[in-house]
């Protein structure tokens, strides 16, 4: 999910709308900016930044080995022969199921008995950095640490396990409904927590609503309950974005899908864009860095399309972000383009690193329609609203989502109905903020892809890498 960059700020380029405060830097976004809706929520205890990991962990490569299946001990094979034994054994012969299914249907936990999750990709900093990361060796080590990554590298294994489905079953054809519900049954169904009960989604669950963007439509489009299917073409170019959490730290990773090789450029293109941003990433490291290396990249390529060859543009207006707990964008911006913004990368914290590459303006204006709603974080506890529904609705958003982003089809699966008068008055109230679909100039095609990483102490963790991309 890429943070929408607020227009009066978007002056690193020429022929967007004019930069009205004149600012001197892109530094991180401001505070009550319209990334505040992603609200850093009064969910859980803790939480802040003590995501800051220890090398204390003993998680070395290899781990993500399932192991193999208890076998039955000793003890029980000499026993002596019992009445009923037949059946016990029987029962014991049930073995834990060590492949996950197509459609996903195995809870993680069951392929990973011992706890222990597949570590991310591992990526070395520069000398420099590690020197620097010497210096802060006595940053204080906090004891939740490894569980914080194992639940990070198990959110992590979740995206991976539900994409392969994707990628090994989506076809055109189908309807992005289809494909949408594919991706959260399997998302809700491998993480033990279908969401249905009050409160079970803040536990573990989708992380912003699954988005499925078709062509020039570049971020922020899930189907809607009671609109016409879509179905997907040969000839589209599929964006496919989800979150998945756990006690509110979101993996956030896309991909892109075609079916047509015409576009394998403009895939690459942006896969290395985001790479680049990837490698770039680390502590000390300037955004200005690292949106310079995207960019070099993602215009070194062009695409040729029904005989006209286009320019791979980098979209100007949506960009990488951080990750806080409750917070899908925690405030810092890294755009796709050249910009003077000195802000740093900081040892624990956790980067969106993605792109976006386009063969149109390289703008986004709004779409109609609706994306999704977030609840402000700084948003008042009890709200003074004439209308029940808005009361009740203001409840169920924060008992199910906190500040997680939801769609209407996550709200209605929750068994709420006639929302829309209620939800217009929270949203004009402020409490609850609205997010529109993006597009590029109609007969346009773009590409996104993203990748979670965390900036830890001597090496950064890419942790939704995977063999696909
Ligand atoms: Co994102």
């Known amino acids: 999910m890429g943070t929408k960059t ?14 009205a405060n004149g600012a001197g830097h892109l530094g991180g976004e401001a505070r009550g900016a319209h990334t505040s809706r992603d609200g850093d929520g009064s969910l859980g205890e803790g939480g802040g930044d003590d995501d800051s990991d220890g090398d204390g962990d003993d998680n070395a490569h290899g781990t993500n080995m399932i192991l193999p299946q208890a076998s039955v001990s000793q003890a029980e094979a000499t026993k002596p022969q019992k009445k009923r034994k037949k059946s016990k054994k029987k029962k014991k012969a ?26 991310g990709e591992v990526q070395q900093y520069s000398k420099a950095s590690i020197l620097a990361a010497e210096r802060r060796y006595d940053i204080t080590q906090l004891s939740n640490d490894d569980v914080f990554l194992q639940n990070y ?30 991706i959260e049954n399997s998302v809700r169904t491998l993480l033990g ?59 956030d990773s896309a991909f892109t899908m075609a079916f047509d090789h015409t576009y394998d450029t403009l ?29 070099e990249t993602m215009e070194s390529y062009e695409v040729e399309v029904t005989g006209k060859t286009y ?46 590459g386009t063969t149109g303006r390289g703008y986004l204006r709004d779409d109609v329609g609706i994306y999704g709603y977030g609840l402000n974080d700084d948003a008042p506890l009890r709200i003074h609203s004439p209308l029940p529904s808005a009361k009740r609705l203001h409840k169920t958003i924060r008992e199910n989502f906190g500040t997680v982003v939801f769609c209407r089809r996550y709200l209605e699966r929750l068994g709420v109905d006639k929302y829309l008068v209620g939800m217009n008055q929270l949203i004009s109230n402020g409490v609850v903020e609205p997010y529109q679909p993006l597009m590029d100039i109609k007969g346009s095609n773009a590409a996104q892809f993203e990748h979670t990483l965390i900036l830890r102490e001597t090496h950064k963790e890419i942790l939704s890498r995977g063999d696909d991309y």
């Open 6 to 19: 607020p227009q009066n700020r978007n002056h690193w380029n020429n022929d967007g709308p004019p930069n």
């Open 94 to 119: 049930v073995s834990i199921p060590q492949q996950q299914t197509s459609p996903p249907s195995i809870l993680l936990s069951d392929l990973f008995p011992s706890g222990v999750y597949p570590e």
């Open 153 to 182: 590298r198990q959110a992590a294994e979740v995206h991976r396990q539900t994409r392969k489905w994707v990628q090994d079953t989506v076809r055109p054809g189908q309807s992005l409904l289809h494909i949408a519900e594919g």
């Open 193 to 251: 927590h279908a969401g249905l009960d009050p409160g079970d989604s803040l536990n573990a669950g989708m992380g912003f609503p699954t988005g499925l963007c078709l062509n020039h439509q570049v971020a922020h489009y899930t189907p809607n309950p009671g609109q016409k299917d879509v179905i997907l073409q040969q000839e589209d170019v599929m964006k496919v974005d989800f979150g998945v959490h756990i006690n509110g730290w979101i993996v």
């Open 267 to 295: 895939l690459t293109a942006v896969k290395e864009a985001t790479n680049a941003g990837v490698k770039a990433a680390g502590i000390d490291v300037r955004i200005c860095d690292v949106s310079a290396e995207i960019q």
């Open 311 to 356: 320019p791979i543009k980098p979209v100007r207006n949506i960009t990488a972000h951080n990750i806080k707990q409750w917070r899908i964008h925690g405030g810092k911006s890294i755009p796709f383009i050249k910009n003077s913004d000195q802000t740093k990368m900081e040892a624990g914290e956790v980067f969106a690193i993605e792109t976006f």
